[in-house]
């Protein structure tokens, strides 16, 4: 186990820069999931990290060591790639040993190692199979055997379940956690999926186009997003934003191009008449009664049984809202949907920076 | 209850119609197959079949030219068995055919490995290192023929210039030397074929196999021993299997260079049927010379068709 310092990390493929200074601590132990929007640089990073690419620029650390330069067989990285990379020509007990049998490990020793790995992940009866005959699920919990019975310093996951099913990837996620939780070992884990993310991480990084645009515990990215970015990134589904200007004299609030007034429970300092963004999560929405609020038409209603999601229209502009109760709405009725003011976001028009 | 069960009226069986032998052999699948198949199969007999068994037949006959000859039994045969320039053949030619071979994959192996790696003008040296197949036979053998020329020889040449030999040497004036000389002749050839045939095959390795194995801490070494290797198995006993039985068949390059010579030192199986049969005019005793081929081809095709049966990590059948 160690801990693990990416600082001002570049990289370039021909004249691209592709990660543009991302800096990450991970201390030992801890569990880092990197989230952002496709072709962001996530695998990019935990190559790097692996030694499989070159750094263009900056330093990453494993323990008290710079490994810029340090040969991805000596980094003692175990690595989960989103395509498994099973050895199409070895058992699956042979997969989870090779790296044990490359380090001429005692024949008995490596049995053991697998055993005990296999027991952990369920793949005992498994052990004499070729990856061809397995199913998908089968083929990720090797994958991840093969990175465990190794005992690494550090574990890099990239997107590991992205292709299993629903009902798998939620077993899975429960698997990923309860091993982190007993082996302790420093983790990146690269994912596409929000709850994964929420779920499993110590700590969030979001990522977009090269760079970190927040990092800090999953909950509060989701209170407290830095940035627009942030804030429509973390959440599913996503915050909506309403576009208008401050009102800070009198009640405070966003007055909207239609009329409509969003609540706040404070407007920031000196900001009449700001041109601003109103963020507001679909969950932090009432129906109707009193107080301020924006007219809204009903446009799609899906109940899912545990809450109701409710697509309305405000303004030309298409806005979520989730309720616990079971509201019977129909599209095109006419209703009122009342934001919380105190768990309202405000977000620069134009910077996209949290006020 | 269970007596109204078994009062119910028994379920009324679905008629289906007999079908007449004619209708089955219209729609039958396997007979379909074999309707399909049908035209292939004349083909086969009318190229394959027919010629492979004419010279069969021709085996048993003494058949001169000019006269169809009549059945002899086993004679041919006896005869070549005992023949000293025949048992040379045979030996020129599994010597020929093991040691071209043994090269041919040690060299094409080392040049897939290479091409496979990134560097520059990749594309242009591959298509470089197929030249020596796209040239016909005849002509890179007329060349061969010139490098190797007793007097003209652009090696002892440029050996002579280096002041590393004195004379010139006599490349296909020698039993030896004209052995390796034609065998460097066919493996210059061959070449080309097997290390494409092997890129081809490295290509389907996929890069994130090497990865994990370097991860895992594999070596180069290590990962060629335990991942390129292994997976490029079947994909070897395929053009090793076409590569041995090119060169047991070999006639062109032989034909040009030394035409068997000298004394018989070169001489193939190939060529010397065709030189008693076509040249010499003993008709039936050159078709038994190739017909006595089959068995080696037979024998090579089986050894390769059990390293080829598909791997089990292949199949994917049950392990049971
Ligand atoms: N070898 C390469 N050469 C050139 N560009 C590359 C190379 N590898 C990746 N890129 C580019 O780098 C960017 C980041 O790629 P990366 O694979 O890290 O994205 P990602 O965040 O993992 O995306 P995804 O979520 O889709 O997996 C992409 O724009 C990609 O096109
Ligand atoms: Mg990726």
Redesign the interface.
């Known amino acids: 186990m160690a801990s693990v310092d990416i600082r001002d990390v570049r990289k370039s493929f021909g004249t691209t820069q592709i990660i543009k200074g991302v800096s990450v601590p991970i201390s030992d132990g801890e569990f880092v999931v990197l989230v952002g929007p496709s072709g962001c640089g996530k695998s990019t990073l935990l190559r790097m990290v692996?030694?499989?690419e070159n750094i263009t620029g900056g330093t990453i650390s494993i323990g008290d060591r710079i490994v810029n330069n340090v040969h991805?067989?000596e980094?003692d990285?175990?690595?989960v790639?989103q395509?498994y990379?099973l050895?199409?020509?070895?058992t699956v007990g042979d997969n989870m040993g090779?790296?044990l049998k490359?380090?001429n490990t005692d024949k008995a020793l490596i049995n053991e190692r697998v055993q005990k790995a296999a027991g952990i992940l369920g793949l005992q009866s498994l052990l004499?199979?070729?990856?061809?005959?397995l199913s998908g699920g089968q083929r990720q919990r090797v994958a991840m055997g093969?990175a465990i019975v190794?005992d690494p310093q550090v574990f890099l996951f990239d997107e590991p379940l992205s292709n299993l099913d629903a009902k798998l990837r939620v077993a899975m996620r429960t698997e990923i956690k309860e091993l982190h939780q007993r082996l302790k070992t420093t983790t990146v884990y690269v994912t596409h999926d929000q709850i994964e993310a929420m779920t499993m991480a110590d700590k969030i990084v979001v990522m977009h186009d090269g760079i970190v645009e927040q990092m800090g515990a999953p909950l509060d990215l989701y209170d407290r997003p830095q940035n627009q970015f942030v804030a429509g990134f973390i959440g599913s589904p996503a915050m909506n934003f309403l576009t208008g200007t401050v009102t800070a004299n009198g009640t405070a609030g966003v007055q909207m191009a239609n009329g409509a007034h969003l609540p706040l429970a404070k407007a920031p300092a000196a900001s009449e008449g700001r041109p601003v963004v109103y963020g507001i999560r679909p969950e932090h929405m009432e129906l109707g009664g009193d107080g301020p609020g924006v007219e809204a038409e009903v446009v799609v209603i899906e109940p899912t049984g545990s809450e109701t999601q409710l697509v309305a229209r405000v303004g030309g502009q298409d806005i979520v809202a989730i309720f616990r109760e079971r509201h019977q709405l129909t599209p095109g009725q006419k209703i009122k949907l009342r934001p919380r003011a105190d768990v309202a976001h405000l977000f620069d028009k134009e910077t996209g920076k949290r006020l | 209850m269970s007596d109204t069960l078994a009062g119910a009226p028994p379920r009324a069986a679905i008629a289906i119609p007999e079908l007449t032998a004619w209708q089955a052999l219209r729609t039958n699948r396997n007979w379909l197959g074999f309707w399909f198949m049908l035209p292939a199969i004349a083909f086969l007999v009318l190229f394959l079949v027919y010629p492979l068994g004419l010279g069969m037949w021709l085996s048993f006959t003494d058949a001169k030219i000019g006269s169809a000859g009549k059945f002899v039994g086993l004679d041919n045969y006896e005869w070549i068995i005992g023949d000293s320039k025949f048992q040379g053949a045979v030996f020129n030619t599994l010597f020929y055919t093991f040691v071209a071979s043994v090269i041919k994959f040690a060299v094409g192996l080392y040049l897939a490995l290479l091409l496979n790696e990134n560097m520059p003008f990749k594309a242009l040296i591959r298509a470089l290192i197929l030249i020596p197949f796209i040239v016909p036979t005849v002509l890179s053998a007329i060349a061969f023929w010139w490098i190797y020329d007793p007097t003209f020889s652009i090696v002892s040449w440029s050996l002579r210039k280096m002041g590393w030999i004195s004379g010139n040497i006599n490349f296909l004036g020698d039993a030896w030397n004209s052995r390796w000389s034609v065998i460097f002749a066919n493996v210059w050839r061959g070449v080309p074929f097997i290390a494409i045939t092997l890129l081809a095959g490295l290509q389907t390795v996929s890069p994130s196999l090497y990865e994990a194995a370097t991860l895992d801490g594999a070596t180069r070494w290590q990962n060629f021993r335990h991942i390129t290797y292994p997976l490029l198995t079947p994909i070897i006993a395929v053009v090793m299997t076409f590569s041995v039985l090119f060169t047991f068949t070999d006639f062109q390059l032989i034909k040009v260079l030394t035409n068997g010579g000298p004394a018989g030192a070169t001489e193939l199986m190939a060529t010397m049927s065709y030189n008693t049969a076509i040249l010499g005019g003993r008709i039936g005793e050159g078709a038994a010379i190739s017909t006595a081929m089959v068995p080696f081809l037979l024998g090579a095709i089986m050894i390769s068709w059990f390293g080829l049966q598909r791997r089990k990590w292949q199949s994917g059948e049950n392990n049971e």
């Open positions: 692996a030694g499989l991805p067989k980094r990285i175990a690595m790639f395509n990379a050895y199409p020509h070895m090779f790296s490359l380090r004499e199979r070729f990856p061809r005959q093969r190794r």
